[in-house]
C-alpha cells in the first residue's frame, strides 16, 4: 500500500539555524499538508499546499516557515532561524482529490532545537 | 471557541470490553468530515474511521463505529473488544467545507489505556 514518507526521522540543530524537513506524498495526491505536535499536546495545522502554492496556512506559519515542491515527488518544509520553541514532531500529510478523503500522514520527523 | 473537544484526558478499559472516547465538535458549515486516529507511543498518526456530516448511517470499519449525532454535535468512536494493542492515544478531527483540500482541526485527545 502506497505510503507517505519523511526523512529525517529526528533532526537536532542548533537554535538559529536553518532546517529542511522532507516529505514525500503519495504520488497521486494533489493536496499537502503540514502539521506540528509539540510534545504532549494536540496536531496543529501549519499549511495546505495544492497546484504548486499555498493554498492555506495558520497563525503559526510565520515568515520563518516555507514550503516547496521542488520536483515532482518532494515536498519541504523550511525553518529558516529555528527557535526553541520549534521542537515538536513535524508531520507531512497528503489526500488525493475528491470529496472529503482522509489525510494520510506520514510517520513524522522529530525536530529538537537545542 | 474550541471546534474540537475531547473530555476524557485519559480513559481505562479492561480487555475485552468496549469504550466510548467523547467527541463534540463546533461548526456552522453543513458541508464537513469527522475523523479519528490513533497515535501509538511510537508517534505515529494512524487513521481509525471517518464520518461525513451527510452520512445517513454511523459509519464502521472492523472494531471501531462512530456514533454520529448529528444534533447533538458528537462523533464518539466506539471500540469494541478492547486489545491491548489498542492502548495509544486517540485524537478527533474534524474538516470542514465541501473540498478535501481543507485542513484538519484536531482535538486534545485521549489516552486510552487497555488492561489485561
Known amino acids: 500500500e502506497p505510503e507517505v514518507t519523511q526523512t529525517p526521522s529526528h533532526q537536532v540543530t542548533q537554535m538559529g539555524q536553518e532546517v529542511i524537513l522532507r516529505c514525500v506524498p503519495i504520488s497521486n495526491h494533489l493536496y499537502f499538508y503540514w502539521y506540528r505536535q509539540i510534545l504532549g499536546q494536540k496536531v496543529e495545522f501549519l499549511v495546505s499546499?495544492?497546484?504548486?502554492?499555498?493554498?492555506?496556512k495558520s497563525e503559526i506559519f510565520d515568515d520563518q516557515f516555507s514550503v516547496e515542491r521542488p520536483d515532482g515527488s518532494n515536498f519541504t518544509l523550511k525553518i529558516r532561524s529555528t527557535k526553541l520553541e520549534d521542537s515538536a514532531m513535524y508531520f507531512c500529510a497528503s489526500t488525493p482529490q475528491g470529496v472529503l478523503n482522509e489525510q494520510y500522514f506520514g510517520p513524522g520527523t522529530r525536530l529538537t532545537v537545542t | 471557541a474550541q471546534k474540537i473537544t475531547q473530555t476524557q484526558p485519559g480513559m481505562f478499559v479492561q480487555e475485552k470490553e468496549a469504550v466510548t472516547l467523547d467527541c463534540t465538535y463546533d461548526t456552522s458549515d453543513p458541508s464537513y468530515g469527522l475523523f479519528w486516529y490513533k497515535q501509538p507511543s511510537s508517534g505515529e498518526m494512524i487513521f481509525l474511521i471517518y464520518?461525513?456530516?451527510?452520512?445517513?448511517q454511523n459509519a464502521t470499519e472492523g472494531r471501531y463505529s462512530l456514533n454520529f449525532q448529528k444534533a447533538r454535535k458528537s462523533a464518539n468512536l466506539v471500540i469494541s473488544a478492547s486489545q491491548l494493542g489498542d492502548s495509544a492515544m486517540y485524537f478527533c478531527a474534524m474538516r470542514e467545507g465541501g473540498t478535501s483540500g481543507s485542513r484538519l482541526t484536531f482535538g486534545e485527545g485521549t489516552q486510552l489505556t487497555v488492561n489485561p
Open positions: 499546499f495544492y497546484n504548486n502554492e499555498i493554498s492555506e
Open positions: 464520518q461525513g456530516s451527510y452520512d445517513q
